[in-house]
């Protein structure tokens, strides 16, 4: 069995379009092939700019998205009520190495899903996705 097969058979997976919104080239790879790995459809923005203008374009086709906090352009504080304007129900999962409790508790507040917290681990992100994703 191969790592990848490896990892289907122990990790939650799924069908679902996720957009991963992070400026590190190093994530992109890790965390697409993962994701990939796993199931889902990635879309990549590499600022918050470039996902409010991805999200925006693509009503009803983005199941979840993955945002890191700390970002030039566009930071993940205010790319997340852009992404709530556009959508009130839409499922953001925080993502970052850097930022304070306050920060996340708020967004947390605000209607952010889950905290995922730098560096990722593939389990961690495979079962928060599922529970965000079925989460009614």
């Given at each position: 069995?191969?790592?990848?097969?490896?990892?289907?058979s122990k990790l939650p997976g799924g069908t679902e379009?996720?957009?991963?919104?992070?400026?590190?080239?190093?994530?992109?790879?890790?965390?697409?092939?993962?994701?990939?790995?796993?199931?889902?459809?990635?879309?990549?923005?590499?600022?918050?700019?470039?996902?409010?203008?991805?999200?925006?374009?693509?009503?009803?086709?983005?199941?979840?998205?993955?945002?890191?906090?700390?970002?030039?352009?566009?930071?993940?504080?205010?790319?997340?009520?852009?992404?709530?304007?556009?959508?009130?129900?839409?499922?953001?999962?925080?993502?970052?190495?850097?930022?304070?409790?306050?920060?996340?508790?708020?967004?947390?507040?605000?209607?952010?899903?889950?905290?995922?917290?730098?560096?990722?681990?593939?389990?961690?992100i495979a079962k928060e996705l599922r529970s965000v994703?079925?989460?009614?």
């Amino acid at each position: 069995m191969n790592p990848s097969e490896k990892l289907k058979s122990k990790l939650p997976g799924g069908t679902e379009t996720i957009m991963l919104v992070d400026d590190q080239d190093a994530i992109w790879d890790f965390m697409i092939e993962a994701l990939q790995t796993l199931g889902y459809s990635v879309i990549l923005a590499e600022n918050g700019l470039d996902a409010v203008e991805i999200y925006r374009s693509n009503p009803g086709q983005i199941d979840c998205v993955i945002l890191d906090m700390i970002m030039p352009k566009m930071g993940g504080h205010n790319t997340f009520y852009q992404l709530k304007t556009l959508n009130p129900d839409v499922k953001v999962i925080l993502s970052s190495g850097y930022v304070s409790q306050e920060e996340v508790d708020d967004l947390l507040k605000q209607g952010a899903k889950a905290f995922i917290p730098k560096p990722h681990r593939i389990s961690d992100i495979a079962k928060e996705l599922r529970s965000v994703l079925d989460a009614k």
